[in-house]
Structures are given as structure tokens and as C-alpha cells.
């Protein structure tokens, strides 16, 4: 088993539709979790960081972490075909002060369509 | 400021030959990490390089190496191509680590080989 299962997809949708992403992992030692937002033929970028539990919000998208059931979500609202992109959750412990490696989902292929 | 280059961005080798690809961090930023990402494996932790000192590494075979500069540049080598070594290779940098603080990725090095 996997770290960190997140599907695939591809999801598509179309524009104005909420969206959600969804990872979960096994280790329960896991404290910061980000989602990352990767366009084609690009590197990844941080989109959202949070630590332990809860809500994040940052325009429109909102980042969920649920630690007891160990399931994390991104929720993007009123989606624009720019959103368009590849979503990469990932995670890291919080026990090794600077030196925190991070686990990665293998992303959800997202498209918006006009 | 500039971020974070890696060079070249698209290379075609034989196997059996070797490459060697670089990355240039943002400065001030002492960590930097490499990723193989593939459609099917995703994005696949290679190693960690701080201060000139692997500091975390993937599981990996032997051919696949790195090293880090005093000035906190960045190479990995691939000896001995396989034809499994086809993917896109990205970098990360961070002030101190990728899950500590967040990593930005450059747009990455697509080997092919053949």
C-alpha cells in the first residue's frame, strides 16, 4: 500500500462547477500537508499549506484536512477552464526539524471545459 | 528574482550512455531535491542534497547520482541508460527543506532515450 493514494482521474468538468480533490495516506504521523498545481509541460507550484487539521481558504479554493479519518481535500469553487492543471497532494512529518522529506500523491488530472 | 533553472531542457541519448543534468536553486536556498515523474509511477523522490550533503535518499539504483556545489547548484548523472530512464527530471529548491518551507520547482529536464 501506498503512503499516499490519490486518483488519477482524469476529472472533467465543466467551467463554474465546484470541484473537489481528494487524497488520503496511512501514516498518521504525517502533520503539514500542500497541494501542489502542475500545468502541462511545467514544474509543480505550491497552491495551499496546511498544518495538522482543518480548514484553509484562499480565494477560491479551500484545503481540508481530516486526521482522524486521514483524508485530505482541496475544494475549488466556481472553476475556470485556467484550472485546467494536474493537482499533486503531498505530505510531511513534523519529527525531523529542518529535514522534512515529502511524500507525494500521483496527482489528479483536472480539465475545465468551457 | 529569478527562479529556479535546470539545464538542458530536452536531451535524447542511446542506452547505455550516461547524462548529466543540471540545477541552479534560487539563491539563498540550500536544499535541493530531484523527482523522476512518469504517467504511471508519478513523482518519485530521487535524493536531497543541503549544504553539499545528501541528506535523503529515494529508492533508487546506483547509476542514479547527484552532488551539490558550495554554491549550492546541483547535478545528477544517470549512467548506463535504460530505456525505463525516459521521463521528465525535476528539481526543487527550498530555503531549508521541502516540507519545512516551500520547495519551487523548475520546468524540468525531458530525457528520452532510445
Known amino acids: 500500500q501506498k503512503e499516499v493514494e490519490q486518483d488519477p482521474g482524469p476529472l472533467s468538468v465543466p467551467e463554474g462547477a465546484i470541484v473537489s480533490l481528494n487524497c488520503t495516506y496511512s501514516?498518521?504521523?504525517?502533520?503539514?500537508f500542500m497541494w501542489y498545481r502542475q500545468y502541462s509541460r511545467k514544474g509543480p507550484e505550491l497552491l495551499m499549506y496546511t498544518y495538522s487539521s482543518g480548514n484553509k481558504e484562499d480565494g477560491r479554493f479551500t484545503a481540508q484536512v481530516d486526521k482522524s479519518s486521514k483524508y485530505i481535500s482541496l475544494f475549488i469553487r466556481d472553476s475556470q477552464p485556467s484550472d485546467s492543471a494536474t493537482y499533486l497532494c503531498?505530505?510531511?512529518?513534523?519529527?525531523?526539524?529542518?529535514?522534512?522529506?515529502?511524500?507525494w500523491g500521483l496527482g489528479t488530472s483536472l480539465a475545465v471545459n468551457p | 528574482k529569478a527562479g529556479v533553472t535546470q539545464t538542458p531542457r530536452y536531451l535524447i541519448k542511446t542506452r547505455g550512455q550516461q547524462v548529466t543534468l543540471s540545477c541552479s536553486p534560487i539563491s539563498g536556498h540550500r536544499s535541493v531535491s530531484w523527482y523522476q515523474q512518469t504517467p504511471g509511477q508519478g513523482l518519485q523522490f530521487l535524493f536531497e542534497y543541503f549544504s553539499e550533503t545528501q541528506r535523503n535518499k529515494g529508492n533508487f539504483p546506483g547509476r542514479f547520482s547527484g552532488r551539490q556545489f558550495s554554491n549550492s547548484r546541483s547535478e545528477m548523472n544517470v549512467s548506463t541508460l535504460e530505456l525505463g530512464d525516459s521521463a521528465l527530471y525535476l528539481c526543487a529548491s527550498s530555503r531549508t527543506s521541502p516540507g519545512n518551507t516551500e520547495a519551487f520547482f523548475g520546468q524540468g529536464t525531458r530525457l528520452t532515450v532510445v
Open positions: 503531498a505530505m510531511s512529518f513534523s519529527n525531523a526539524g529542518n529535514n522534512r522529506k515529502l511524500i
Open positions: 501514516n498518521s504521523a504525517f502533520q503539514y
